[in-house]
């Protein structure tokens, strides 16, 4: 083997690998679809393509041509890919989107549906044709879902194309058997597992562009997004928070110990806002020394969130002494009046405002403002010196 082709083999092993031991979470890619407006339409499509599969079975045996043998051997099968099939439309239509356990339930009784169905058949091409249904499901799973439930439904289907391939051998011969288990290998095990792949690989990269690539936390870009994807999701009685943090004398810091201790300064400003704010806090660089945090509070929670983070950044380090000048903005959920990106830089220009106050008020100084009798501009208010 080359250089070249072992080089590339390392490559791919290393991508298996990256893969495989990847935490693929369901709840991430549905609140995804949710924060998209996807939701919806997802429910409506996957119902319809679970109807679909139900009514198959009716439609071969009411559209038999008179006096021709039955199409299926038993009413079993047939049945089973009804009842579930049905029984799915009409949870995924009229029920909210299900969680991972109810949805790894709907991938492998829609799966083992399918391969009673395609069992019943007489024709065992007719059969094989059917499991090429499998890959509806695969598709799903290999999407929504993490490698040990696609994994599941490999299983399943490899079960499913081996049980064809004696029949059709002693039918029509290995050659043929042969390719129509290759066809089917390819659509419902490789081809789904190959779009995993890809939608985590891509899904890397996508997370890699919103990220600042010094201090590890989100950029301007990533942090609307994520930020407006939270405030989505908050309920109408809670309060959002944001939070503007600007760099005591940072260019002092850059002039006098040069841009490596600026550097330096700035990692430790970013670890330490992500270590004093919840999991569920986004944070930002949203400037050359200014972060910005964007969440959802209650009460004293809410007053005291920014005294938390410029007390964290006060904390000394391995770095110069540092301070922070920081103005927060709160204003109850159901007082914004529109979400998205252009809400979310309503707020960061109101506590942008805030965080101004702090800086005439003599620096290492919160101020904190409050919303609620208006509703939000639909677009930032201008930025003040």
Not at 119 to 136: E, F, V
Not at 154 to 167: K, M, R, S, Y
Not at 190 to 215: E, F
Request: with cysteine.
């Amino acid at each position: 083997m080359g250089v070249v082709a072992r080089a590339r083999s390392a490559v791919l092993w290393t991508l298996i690998q990256g893969w495989w031991t990847a935490d693929l979470q369901y709840g991430e890619r549905v609140e995804y679809c949710r924060s998209r407006g996807l939701a919806t339409a997802m429910r409506i499509l996957v119902g319809l393509c679970s109807c679909a599969l139900a009514l198959m079975p009716v439609i071969v045996q009411i559209g038999v041509v008179p006096g021709a043998p039955a199409p299926l051997t038993n009413v079993v099968g047939p049945t089973v890919g009804v009842v579930v099939g049905l029984a799915w439309a009409f949870r995924w239509w009229f029920g909210p989107m299900p969680g991972r356990v109810e949805s790894t339930a709907f991938v492998v009784s829609s799966e083992l549906a399918i391969v009673a169905v395609s069992w019943s058949d007489t024709d065992p091409m007719a059969g094989a044709l059917g499991l090429a249904t499998l890959a509806l499901i695969a598709m799903y799973a290999a999407f929504l879902h993490s490698q040990r439930v696609l994994l599941v439904q490999v299983a399943i289907a490899a079960v499913g194309i081996a049980t064809f391939v004696p029949p059709i051998a002693t039918q029509f011969g290995w050659g043929l058997a042969a390719v129509k288990a290759m066809i089917l290998l390819i659509v419902t095990i490789a081809l789904p597992v190959v779009t995993q792949v890809l939608v985590w690989t891509m899904g890397g990269d996508a997370i890699s562009a919103d990220l600042d690539p010094l201090t590890g936390v989100l950029n301007r870009r990533g942090f609307l997004n994520r930020a407006a994807a939270r405030l989505a999701r908050a309920e109408p009685g809670e309060e959002i928070v944001a939070v503007l943090v600007d760099i005591d004398h940072f260019k002092d810091v850059n002039d006098q110990q040069g841009h490596a201790a600026g550097d330096r300064v700035l990692e430790h400003v970013a670890r330490q806002i992500q270590r004093s704010v919840g999991p569920e806090a986004v944070v930002g660089r949203v400037g050359g020394e200014e972060f910005a945090v964007v969440d959802v509070r209650t009460g004293a929670a809410a007053e005291w969130l920014g005294d938390t983070v410029r007390a964290a950044i006060a904390q000394r380090g391995d770095h110069v002494p540092v301070t922070a000048s920081v103005g927060v903005f709160r204003m109850p959920v159901a007082a914004i009046g529109h979400t998205g990106a252009l809400a979310v830089e309503s707020l960061v220009a109101r506590a942008d405002e805030a965080m101004y106050r702090a800086k005439r008020s003599g620096r290492d100084v919160t101020v904190v403002a409050a919303g609620g009798r208006h509703r939000l501009p639909e677009h930032a208010p201008a930025r003040t010196a």
